[in-house]
């Protein structure tokens, strides 16, 4: 039986909830993820632990063990800029092809207030899920980074 946590600004996870999310992401999202530090600035934005337009975090589980997370952040922003970005979405590596991303995918889709935006390298394969629920490529992101 899945069951479904959203986390927010009203509704924040205890200290071992956030730490076992983190840890989650870190381990599932793999060669696609970012180091744990990034990973918390995004789950803090999220909660509006820091300074932020806030958002929410998806955790599903599976025999009380998490199965899939996605965290949205708010922009801040509309039209030229959705109003939201999809940081990041992970199913567990052992439960992959239940559909478990799917259902969060949708679920982020219903619950986010405007449009969404995510980040994908072409050769992820999760890139043909987010074309099945109605993402497509509009632009090629650039980044320049400054050094400190």
């Keep these: 039986m899945v069951e479904t946590k959203v986390f927010n600004t009203k509704n924040k996870p205890n200290l071992e909830e956030k730490s076992n999310l ?12 970012d180091p744990k530090p ?29 199965s899939g997370a996605v965290v949205v952040n708010q922009t801040g922003m509309k039209d030229y800029i ?6 990041y979405i992970a199913t567990h590596k052992n439960h992959r092809g239940k ?8 679920k982020a889709i219903d619950s986010a207030e ?22 497509s490529s509009k ?3 650039m980044r320049y980074k400054k050094e400190k």
């Design 114 to 135: 405007g449009s969404i935006a995510l980040h994908v390298e072409p050769e992820n394969p999760a890139r043909f899920l987010y074309e099945k629920v109605g993402f």
């Design 139 to 141: 632009y090629i992101e």
């Design 22 to 33: 983190i840890n989650f992401l870190f381990d599932n999202l793999q060669e696609y993820g």
């Design 38 to 66: 990034d990973i918390e600035k995004a789950v803090a934005y999220a909660l509006k632990e820091s300074v932020s337009f806030g958002g929410f975090i998806l955790v599903s589980y599976l025999h009380d063990e998490i």
């Design 82 to 87: 959705p109003e939201n970005i999809l940081v």
């Design 99 to 106: 559909g478990i991303g799917k259902a969060l995918m949708q």
